[in-house]
């Protein structure tokens, strides 16, 4: 079992950046995959950003360019700097993790990201 635990969510105005980081319980390894995930009211839940084997991303297209996701293996973190930030952003963002090779996904509680115009 991972759990995993997202912080960094808050209201911030258009144009301005906020930074996630999410921190699983155990060690995770480059062939994992971590990202993360949003859900806004009535929409969804829609993959925002992922990192996988070899470092290779992903970006939903309405993001590109804006966000930039990171992770560190050895601590187990993963983080999504958000800059630009607009109010279609806005959503519940949720950590994700599934381990390489397996179908088992765990998902973080979620953090409220708030964006006002």
């Known amino acids: 079992q991972v759990q995993l635990v997202e912080s960094g969510g808050g209201l911030v105005q258009a144009g301005g950046s906020l930074r996630l980081s999410c921190a699983a319980s155990?060690?995770?390894?480059?062939?994992?995959?971590m990202g993360w995930y949003r859900q806004a009211p009535g929409r969804q839940r829609e993959r925002v950003a992922t990192?996988?084997?070899?470092?290779?991303?992903y970006y939903v297209d309405s993001v590109k360019a804006r966000f930039a996701i990171s992770r560190n293996n050895a601590r187990a973190t993963v983080d999504l700097q958000m800059d630009s930030l607009q109010p279609e952003d806005t959503a519940v963002y949720y950590c994700?993790?599934?381990?390489?090779?397996?179908?088992?996904?765990?998902w973080g509680r979620g953090t409220q990201v708030t964006v006002s115009s």
């Open positions: 990192m996988m084997s070899g470092g290779s991303t």
């Open positions: 994700y993790y599934r381990i390489f090779g397996r179908a088992t996904e765990y």
């Open positions: 155990k060690r995770t390894f480059s062939a994992d995959i």
